[in-house]
């Protein structure tokens, strides 16, 4: 017996069906490997498609970068349309360690987009006591290894005392781009002091705090050299 045979419209119907199918199903797996095929993206594992996901324990930058724990992740169809790859990452629990934005990839850029939320830093700054970055609408793009886009408002969590000085409001500015690196210019509610932080995409990070008030027997005891009418202290490692 012979099967009849399809017309050109149900054979072009059916290559479209496959073509959605495809689309609709697409693995969440396979689009983080092209997204971040240089090592810029790492999970421990990864659920779904690209349009409703899961990752745990994601990290963006590589080793040694920006750790977001568990997100849910989806693709933007639109962005997808002008040639970028956006990456939307949420973890909406109603914690502390909220965190919501996106993660994009086009154009010779990479980096973050409208990210709010909070990162615990633990002890990547030690001695400093800074804790923690809360981010407000931020937005950093890399091109290549130079900063090309940064904006949005950063808040550092300092926990306890410092030199007997309480910055438990923490110091905060706007983030900006200075050459390859990120710059968060970050100031105490006071102005008395200042913190300014610079990120480059490879996670290396250089850092200067400077006081002007407090006791200074104990500011030179933490390492903090007279410059002017403050004591600077300055830091450089890998995040």
């Known amino acids: 017996m012979r099967w009849p045979s399809f017309s050109g419209r149900a ?8 073509i959605i199918a495809a689309i609709v199903f697409f693995p969440l797996r396979l689009a983080l ?25 994601l990290t963006l930058g590589g080793v040694g970068g920006l750790n977001l724990g568990t997100v849910e992740a989806s693709v933007s169809p639109f962005q997808l349309l002008v040639g970028r790859v ?20 086009g154009f010779n850029q990479r980096g973050i987009d409208d990210v709010t939320g909070v990162i615990a830093m633990g002890n ?10 809360e981010l407000e609408d931020v937005t950093v793009h890399f091109a290549g290894d130079t900063c090309a886009k940064a904006e949005g408002r950063v808040r550092a969590r300092v926990s306890g005392q410092y030199a007997g000085l309480n910055l438990r409001q923490g110091l905060s500015g706007v983030a900006t781009c200075d050459g390859r690196a990120v710059l968060l210019p970050l100031v105490s509610q006071t102005g ?48």
Not at 11 to 18: D, Q
Not at 86 to 105: C, E, F, H, K, P
Not at 125 to 132: C, D, I, Q
Not at 208 to 226: C, D, E, P, V, Y
């Open 11 to 18: 054979k072009l119907c059916l290559l479209l069906l496959a």
């Open 33 to 57: 490997s092209l997204t971040g095929s240089d090592g810029a993206i790492t999970a421990q594992q990864v659920r779904g498609s690209v349009w409703s996901g899961r990752i745990d324990d």
């Open 86 to 105: 956006r990456l939307n990452l949420a973890r909406q629990q109603g914690g502390g360690d909220d965190i919501s934005g996106a993660w994009t990839v």
């Open 124 to 133: 990547i700054f030690a001695p400093l006591p800074l804790n923690g970055l």
């Open 192 to 239: 008395m002091e200042r913190l300014s932080l610079r990120i480059r995409r490879d996670g290396h990070y250089s850092a200067q705090l400077a006081i002007k008030s407090g006791n200074t027997a104990a500011l030179a005891m933490l390492g903090m050299t007279r410059s002017g009418d403050e004591y600077v202290l300055n830091l450089e490692g890998q995040m």
